[in-house]
């Protein structure tokens, strides 16, 4: 069974780091390129942002909002994906998707999502 | 990169059929063929239900329909029925490299 499971979500000051991950299965972790999306309390979804596989260079590309804070990795020895957050503010409080993009149906659609992960930045 | 363009709101009777804009630039929407929908129940988690514009992956009813013309795509829902109550997301590649997503659009079956 194809499945993304993050964890490392909880509860962080603001001005913290924190660090999630995604431990992917059932699929070819290797070729996907990787997304994270997130997703406020009763907002809306929010692009964060990707790792490309190593075949397609392995570059990370980011979102505006969080480029310079936020630093996607992957480790495709154990099909894992990360997401490092630093000085992170209440903006940054959400639901932590991680997502495959544009494997299985056309480039740079997100065809596969985790349950999600809760990162709470509060004092 | 800013977010596409959805009404917040859109509803209609079973059996009808109801049709979601998502409006952007020509460095995104207009630009690619890459516009993707995602339909969301509350609590859950996005399915993606429309991809390239107006391809549906295997499983998604033939109810759900894309399109575009120009800075705008199109999402059609026909022949309504109650599951299809839900919050639709789009989302376009943009020339930036980045995704950008609609700010979602909230659908009520009367």
């Known amino acids: 069974e194809m499945q993304l499971v993050e964890s490392g979500g909880g509860l962080v000051k603001p001005g913290g780091s924190l660090r999630v991950s995604c431990a992917a299965s059932?699929?070819?972790?290797?070729?996907?390129?990787m997304s994270w999306v997130r997703q406020a309390p009763g907002k809306g979804l929010e692009w964060v942002g990707r790792i490309k596989s190593k075949t397609s260079g392995g570059t990370p590309d980011y979102a505006a909002l969080v480029k310079g804070r936020f630093t996607i990795s992957r480790d495709d020895s154990t099909d894992m994906l990360s997401l490092q957050m630093t000085s992170l503010n209440t903006e940054d409080t959400a639901v932590y998707y991680c997502?495959?993009?544009?494997?299985?149906?056309?480039?740079?659609?997100?065809?596969?999502w985790g349950q999600g992960t809760m990162v709470t930045v509060s004092s | 990169q800013s977010a596409l363009t959805q009404p917040p709101s859109a509803s209609g009777s079973p059996g009808q059929s109801v049709t979601i804009s998502c409006t952007g630039t020509?460095?995104?929407?207009?630009?690619?063929?890459?516009v993707s929908w995602y339909q969301q129940h509350p609590g859950k988690v996005p399915k993606l239900i429309i991809f390239a514009v107006n391809e549906r992956p295997s499983g998604v009813p033939d109810r759900f329909s894309g399109s575009k013309f120009a800075n705008t795509a199109s999402l059609t829902v026909s022949g309504l029925q109650a599951e299809d109550e839900a919050d639709y997301y789009c989302?376009?590649?943009?020339?930036?490299?980045?995704?950008?997503f609609g700010g979602g659009t909230k659908l009520t079956v009367l």
């Open positions: 989302t376009s590649y943009a020339s930036s490299g980045s995704l950008v």
């Open positions: 997502v495959r993009e544009g494997s299985a149906y056309g480039f740079h659609s997100l065809d596969m």
């Open positions: 059932g699929f070819t972790f290797s070729i996907a390129w």
């Open positions: 020509s460095s995104d929407v207009g630009g690619y063929n890459y």
